[in-house]
């Protein structure tokens, strides 16, 4: 009743006999993990052939959802036609003027809770407040009225497509489009051109060059045909990276990182294996795959002593507790996956002398070449650069 309950908060989830379905929508997974690499799989690993095994991380939590197929054979076609599902989902979110189709989609079905195909006034008013439409109430209700030409009492996703540009459309850009546009409707090549090297100071911009960001924007088939961009091709473009403010020069690391180590910020994490507050949350190794993959290059381990074994915990709190080694094993897995730049394990070291030796012991045979073991001179401290694919431990005396 325990898992159910949890399986519940997670998912969608409903009950057939004694099993419990889970649904995951594609969209949120975050990565597909082969064989028995989560912590619930560690606490069973003869539970269950590895080969059989695989686990889905989910959700803007990372949730772990870990599974086992029939046979082998059924673990690699479920692997692999997952992953192509995400990498399908990916490029069709990546497509130019589907992801914000498939945003506002998202949000009228989550809207939808009996999954009719159409919301009702109650459901339009959630969903209403979720984009942030910025009406009252009573506005809202009769613009709701004004859409429903069956008089339903219902809005389909059409009809509520219709009443969201018109709310949406934003007035600065329509005002730039008519500046441009003879038509007062719609940007031709030209009228494209032009805007671009008055307002946006664009250089050497060709009629083919506007033309196909015409082809690549415009939502409208018939007015992509035409050469035509109209205000949503328009809108859709202003907000894509080719208009975006950032040098996309400075999207990868373009500064020297030849300087010592102190020159420069390092993203760091605190308390990074706590899932939630600092008195009695779980903690998990999973914490440290997420702050790793999302960038972080400095993470916190907070080191006691266990029964038989370092652990790594809130001090003084009823906060769960989790395995040193198991944390340096993610941590060799995980370090490099976003950057080469090196990795810092930050030690809060509370541990007695043996479980020290214990603790040194597991970044030795853990972490390998990977670590990072002396300065060759103390007084300087290496770059960024030189020590590329490295961990380095930080502790006090």
Known sequence: PKKRKVAEKKTRSRFLGDCVIISVAVRTIKEVRIGQCTESFAKHRDSFDESRSFSLIHGADFVCLDLVAGSAEAANIWITGLKCLMDKNFREKSATGRSHDHWVKKHFQEADRDRSGVVDESEFLFLANKLNFGLSPTKLKAKFKEHDVESSGKLSYDEFIQLYQELSLRPEIYHILMKYSKSWEFLTAE???KFLVVDQGACNVSL?????????????HERKESGEMSVDGFTQFLLSKECGILNPNHRKVFQDMNGPLSHYFIASSHNTYLTDDQLKSDSSVEMYVRALRMGCRCVEL????????PEIYHGYTLTSRILFKDVISVVETNAFTASDYPVI???ENHCSVPMQQKMAQYLKDILGDKLYYAMPDPTVLPSPASLKGKILIKASE
């Not at 907070?302 to 074994?309: A, T, V």
Request: aromatic share 8%.
């Open 345 to 347: 394990l930050s030690l």
């Open 302 to 309: 907070d080191c006691w002593d266990g029964e038989d074994e």
């Open 208 to 220: 083919e060059d506007c033309q196909k960001l015409i082809e690549t924007y415009e939502p409208a």
């Open 191 to 193: 009228e494209v051109r």
